[in-house]
């Protein structure tokens, strides 16, 4: 029996609520704004009849479809952020529906300066035909994470609907603040229950990831010598310079956002506060092994000696702090995480793209925690920008995906 998909409707309404994550916030969540999803995401919930659906005090929504099998299943959780990235605009967000795309340019009303074009995403060759849903050009859409908001809500409510659909325990999780990295800080795993997850987060359909980068943080504290200006000579080694120094002997043409792809990793200056007596640099290192963070790491720090050199009287320490680890650590030890999650596309006549993503999920950190999480399509594009994009069609079947693992996982425990 077809499906009676709501994904297109509630995507619609879920993108209006403003929920842009502050980075700068020191908050939990970041901005309280995010708890209006949140609230309204708990109420849908409870009137589909799932009845301990909440919003807590940290602004996470947890909720419980029972099992109807009489066997015992793991309990599966499926997981989406409700915040929005800081990257752009998400106040006064208008979704427009592109019916039946045809390959055109789509230009965007509110500010026809900001046009999406098959040339510049090529996903969209594959949606001809689909419907396309856009912002109108002064915003984000929201569609990170939002479509996977919407989709884990219609999976849900087929399920409810469909009680001949076997499947055991599922537990429902939606976060704040995965945008600006705090996404599972403050989650209890305790009250969730979960033995394993998925996070519905990824681009185009098909997607699944089971393999993050690993993350470190590196400062680089300098300390240079000030004096008066008019009086240095012999004396100043100024900080600012010495800043200046380290970023210019660092690889340019390798080891850099700009200048790698698939599994090479990078050294990434993300902020510079320098003035003549002391300097502090931030950066991001970025490997999909512990053993090529490490190797970057040491190339940071022989670059910093080797500047030193140059001024004898400073000094400077290179602070390394870990962010996130490849989730493929945890994946492998149950692969049936992620091939359930590809037996599922097949199933509903989808090729799955087994793929690492060049950036961390809840689902690395979750992993970690002791939840096994993999991140599978949700149809998003262009994220973070005003060129946003999503087919109404890949959410549906994101949400047919879901309903499919949670049939699997039933099949799978007889």
Same mark, same amino acid.
């Given at each position: 029996?077809?499906?009676?998909?709501?994904?297109?409707?509630?995507? #619609?309404?879920?993108?209006?609520?403003?929920?842009? +994550?502050?980075?700068?916030?020191?908050?939990?969540?970041?901005?309280?704004?995010?708890?209006?999803?949140?609230?309204?995401?708990?109420?849908?919930?409870?009137?589909?009849?799932?009845?301990?659906?909440? #919003? @807590?005090?940290?602004?996470?929504?947890?909720?419980?479809?029972?099992?109807?099998?009489?066997?015992?299943?793991?309990?599966?959780?499926?997981?989406?952020?409700?915040?929005?990235?800081?990257?752009?605009?998400?106040? =006064?967000?208008?979704?427009?529906?592109?019916?039946?795309?045809?390959?055109?340019?789509?230009?965007?009303?509110? @500010?026809?300066?900001?046009?999406?074009?098959?040339? @510049?995403?090529?996903? !969209?060759?594959?949606?001809?035909?689909?419907?396309?849903?856009? +912002?109108?050009?002064?915003?984000? !859409?929201?569609?990170?994470?939002?479509?996977?908001?919407?989709?884990?809500?219609?999976?849900? !409510?087929?399920?409810?609907?469909?009680?001949?659909?076997?499947?055991?325990?599922?537990? *429902? #999780?939606?976060?704040?603040?995965?945008?600006?990295?705090?996404?599972?800080?403050?989650?209890?795993?305790?009250?969730?229950?979960?033995? /394993?997850?998925?996070? *519905?987060?990824?681009?185009?359909?098909?997607?699944?990831?089971?393999?993050?980068?690993?993350?470190?943080?590196?400062?680089?504290?300098?300390?240079?010598?000030?004096?008066?200006?008019? !009086?240095?000579? =012999?004396?100043?080694?100024?900080?600012?310079?010495?800043?200046?120094?380290?970023?210019?002997?660092?690889?340019? @043409?390798?080891?850099?956002?700009?200048?790698?792809?698939?599994?090479?990793? $990078? *050294?990434?200056? =993300?902020?510079?506060?320098?003035?003549?007596?002391?300097?502090?640099?931030? $950066?991001?290192?970025?490997?999909?092994?512990?053993?090529?963070?490490?190797?970057?790491?040491?190339?940071?720090?022989?670059?910093?000696?080797?500047?030193?050199?140059? /001024?004898?009287?400073?000094?400077?320490?290179?602070?390394?702090?870990?962010? /996130?680890?490849?989730?493929?650590?945890?994946?492998?030890?149950?692969?049936?995480?992620?091939? /359930?999650?590809?037996?599922?596309?097949?199933?509903?006549?989808?090729?799955?793209?087994?793929?690492?993503?060049?950036?961390?999920?809840?689902?690395?950190?979750?992993?970690?925690? =002791?939840?096994?999480?993999?991140?599978?399509?949700?149809?998003?594009?262009?994220?973070?920008?005003?060129?946003?994009?999503?087919?109404?069609?890949?959410?549906?079947?994101?949400?047919?995906? *879901?309903?499919?693992?949670?049939?699997?996982?039933?099949?799978?425990?007889?």
């Amino acid at each position: 029996m077809p499906f009676q998909h709501t994904v297109l409707e509630r995507f #619609l309404r879920y993108v209006q609520v403003d929920t842009q +994550a502050d980075p700068n916030s020191k908050t939990f969540p970041s901005t309280e704004k995010q708890k209006d999803l949140g609230r309204l995401l708990a109420q849908e919930l409870q009137d589909m009849g799932i009845v301990d659906a909440h #919003l @807590d005090e940290h602004g996470y929504v947890y909720a419980t479809i029972p099992a109807n099998v009489g066997h015992k299943v793991p309990v599966i959780c499926f997981c989406s952020h409700m915040d929005t990235s800081p990257d752009a605009s998400g106040s =006064g967000v208008k979704p427009l529906v592109h019916h039946h795309y045809n390959g055109q340019d789509i230009v965007l009303p509110d @500010d026809p300066s900001v046009v999406i074009r098959m040339s @510049d995403h090529p996903n !969209l060759a594959h949606k001809i035909g689909q419907d396309i849903v856009t +912002a109108s050009g002064t915003t984000l !859409l929201g569609a990170d994470n939002k479509a996977g908001v919407a989709a884990i809500m219609d999976a849900t !409510l087929q399920l409810i609907r469909h009680p001949e659909i076997p499947h055991g325990t599922i537990k *429902i #999780l939606f976060t704040p603040d995965e945008e600006v990295g705090r996404g599972v800080d403050k989650v209890d795993l305790k009250k969730l229950g979960a033995d /394993y997850a998925y996070t *519905i987060d990824s681009e185009d359909r098909g997607c699944m990831e089971d393999e993050t980068f690993s993350a470190d943080a590196a400062t680089v504290e300098i300390e240079g010598i000030s004096a008066h200006p008019g !009086l240095a000579k =012999g004396k100043m080694e100024n900080a600012i310079k010495i800043a200046t120094d380290i970023l210019a002997a660092l690889p340019k @043409d390798h080891l850099t956002p700009e200048t790698t792809s698939g599994r090479e990793g $990078f *050294i990434h200056p =993300g902020a510079l506060q320098a003035g003549v007596e002391t300097a502090k640099i931030q $950066f991001i290192i970025r490997d999909f092994t512990r053993e090529g963070l490490a190797s970057h790491a040491q190339v940071l720090k022989d670059t910093v000696d080797g500047v030193l050199k140059n /001024y004898p009287h400073s000094k400077a320490q290179v602070v390394i702090s870990e962010q /996130y680890r490849n989730m493929k650590e945890v994946l492998n030890t149950c692969p049936q995480v992620a091939d /359930y999650a590809e037996k599922a596309m097949r199933r509903i006549g989808i090729e799955p793209k087994r793929s690492a993503v060049r950036g961390g999920t809840d689902g690395s950190r979750l992993s970690f925690m =002791g939840l096994p999480c993999p991140n599978v399509f949700a149809g998003e594009h262009a994220f973070h920008s005003r060129m946003e994009w999503v087919s109404v069609q890949d959410m549906e079947k994101s949400a047919e995906t *879901i309903v499919e693992i949670a049939k699997i996982w039933a099949e799978e425990s007889r």
